[in-house]
């Protein structure tokens, strides 16, 4: 029955193949403007509606199996340094679980490791923060890894989790000035399918910078175009204009 006003929600339950595989799988939600559910298909078309999926771990029943449901800080923002880790540890196992140890990894740097203890029973979640902070400066984009070690966890699949953190420079001494001829001075390119290249252009119709030599352009430096399906950005610094009357920026894009 579709719904009476603008958001609603649905529930409902899924049942689990007896056959399904362990490990990822995918499950596919279809919301479809219809009067006849008959006509609602995975992979069909429709007027009005939205098709998502989603990543469901199907995971077996085993004595000893914990992981890492959630690595929740840190997150990308504006004058990241140091910055605490914490995760969220899940007993998916039929035993108790007493002690483990949990270890993170920011790039390709020093492995963190340090101990947990229980009781954490089957199908129990407990939160945990590193005492010792990933260091996020100066300003990129850090790869942080994070896992459970069990002697006894046999399934290996769900012990990790990561996340991609944006450290985002802060400017708040002005005049403003950059044109990238010492590095990308804390502009980042994001989004998906990224061509963003910093360097000479030399391409047909963009030769050179506007000032200096250094500028981003997509497709590479030479004469090559943007990815199919691109959809991405420079990010610029945390401007700080509280102490600023009238502020104002200007960039020379082509």
């Not at 077996?60 to 959630?70: K, M, R």
Request: one cysteine or more; proline letters at 6%; charged letters at 10%.
């Amino acid at each position: 029955t579709g719904p009476n006003q603008a958001t609603q929600t649905f529930t409902g339950t899924v049942t689990v193949p007896a056959t399904a595989l362990v490990g990822t799988t995918r499950l596919r939600c279809v919301v479809e403007e219809t009067g006849s559910l008959a006509g609602v298909n995975p992979c069909g078309t429709y007027t009005w509606g939205e098709t998502e999926d989603y990543t469901v771990v199907v995971a077996p029943s085993v004595p000893d199996d914990i992981g890492i449901t959630a690595l929740t800080q840190p997150q990308s923002g504006c004058n990241l340094d140091s910055e605490q880790v914490a995760i969220t540890v899940t007993n998916f196992g039929t035993n108790t679980q007493n002690a483990w140890t949990v270890s993170y990894q920011v790039n390709n740097g020093p492995i963190i490791t340090e101990n947990m203890t229980g009781p954490l029973g089957t199908g129990q979640s407990v939160n945990h923060t590193f005492s010792t902070p990933a260091v996020l400066f100066p300003a990129g984009t850090y790869n942080i890894q994070a896992w459970t070690s069990l002697t006894t966890d046999t399934v290996s699949f769900n012990d990790t989790n990561g996340v991609s953190v944006t450290a985002i420079p802060g400017v708040s001494s002005y005049p403003y000035y950059e044109n990238f001829e010492g590095g990308n001075g804390g502009w980042l390119p994001g989004g998906t399918n990224v061509s963003w290249t910093l360097g000479t252009p030399n391409k047909n119709t963009i030769i050179g910078a506007a000032s200096g030599t250094q500028a981003y352009v997509t497709g590479g430096l030479g004469t090559g175009d943007y990815n199919s399906n691109e959809d991405n950005f420079v990010l610029g610094p945390c401007f700080d204009f509280s102490s600023l009357q009238n502020p104002w920026i200007s960039l020379s894009i082509w």
